[in-house]
């Protein structure tokens, strides 16, 4: 990993839920990047891979919401919006929201959450910032808001290719001395030990997919 990225990685950030209404239909997405901007008005930005079907469908309506996930928030949050994409799946049907405002706001042991209005966008290559207007906000509960560092070192979670702070696999990781471990090739989870040793059935607890979808780190 180069100095610039293993330094880049000590910067914080939390784990949030991107909402928004593909016509009738919610959707959205998982980020890291949720920054207040300034106090009053109240204001947002977020950092959007233009890939991702979520961005699409802000550009579209101009709306979102964001959700705070918590240490308690269940992983199928993260494996659904995080590791699928709103073109091909249905990400909602399986997670609890409730409508503020017009739009989904993550229910799912979230600390809180409120809805956007966008602003402004500014390209920045791979992503957009989009710069919004906070407009109303729910409350939530007083669980710790699950940050990044939570989510990769209890949770064990990689970061997916669209998001801002992924480097690729080879290059973020040099092999680790003795110890046997298995990377998830799908959302880079670490399975500490040999994966042949869990069940047939074992499944990867943030992606979802076989374990012959491990590689020996
Ligand atoms: C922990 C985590 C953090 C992420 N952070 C971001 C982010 O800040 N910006 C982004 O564009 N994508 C981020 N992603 C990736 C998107 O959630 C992912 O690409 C998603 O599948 C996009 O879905 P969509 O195509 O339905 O929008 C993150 C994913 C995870 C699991």
Known sequence: MSLISSTMRKLSYGVYSILAMDGQRPTGCIVNTVFQITS??????ISMNKDNYTYEVIKNSGRFSVSILSEESPRKVITNLGFTSGRDHDKLTELNYTMVDGLPVLEEN??????CDVV?????????IILAAVKEATEGNSLPPMTYRYYHEVIKGGAPKNA???????????????EVKYVCSICGYVHEGDIADEPE?????????????????
Do not use: L, R
Not at 40 to 45: D, R
Not at 208 to 214: I, L, N, T
């Open 120 to 128: 402004s966008m500014t390209d920045a290559g791979t992503h957009m």
């Open 40 to 45: 009053q008005p109240a204001m947002v930005a």
């Open 201 to 217: 059935d074992y499944k990867c607890p943030i992606c979802g997919v076989p374990k012959s979808m491990f590689n020996k780190a």
């Open 110 to 115: 979230c600390c809180g959450g409120f809805t």
């Open 164 to 178: 801002p702070t992924y480097v690729p696999e080879e290059a973020e990781k040099p092999a680790e001395k003795e």
